[in-house]
């Protein structure tokens, strides 16, 4: 009967010794799992964030191209107008050419018809005299 009893005392102890091994290991997997799901909210959480931030940049780029379009709309605008207005200057230049021309013609003829004035009128001063 001592016997039994020293056996049933080591075989206590044993699972003594067993079941703190059994709750030593059962508390590193609940820290284990506390760490994993405090590791999984803080990954949850920066990738909200950076979906915001990619949402922000995507408005950001969707703004920058839309400012492009109208930048190359207006560009496109003016490089017209100003084709138009050089063409317009060329033309008033054209005519600016053609009117100095002009007037130095007609600079010419009434110099011209001057000088036949003033001839003739010499003209009929000298018949008068004689």
Do not use: C, P, W
Not at 3 to 26: A, G, H, P, R, W
Not at 114 to 129: D, F, I, N, T
Request: proline letters at 0%; hydrophobic letters at 30%; zero cysteines.
């Amino acid at each position: 009967m001592g016997e039994q009893i020293d056996q049933l005392q080591k075989l206590k102890n044993k699972l003594e010794k067993d079941k703190q091994t059994v709750k030593s290991e059962l508390d590193d997997l609940r820290a284990q799992l506390d760490h994993a799901q405090k590791g999984k909210a803080s990954a949850e959480k920066l990738s909200k964030q950076l979906e915001q931030q990619l949402s922000d940049i995507q408005i950001k780029l969707d703004d920058s191209l839309k400012q492009i379009n109208d930048f190359s709309s207006q560009k496109s605008r003016l490089t017209g107008e100003n084709s138009e207005l050089i063409k317009q200057i060329e033309d008033l230049e054209h005519q600016v050419s053609a009117l100095s021309k002009s007037k130095v013609t007609l600079q010419q003829q009434a110099d011209d018809a001057k000088r036949a004035l003033e001839e003739e009128s010499r003209g009929k001063g000298s018949v008068s005299k004689y």
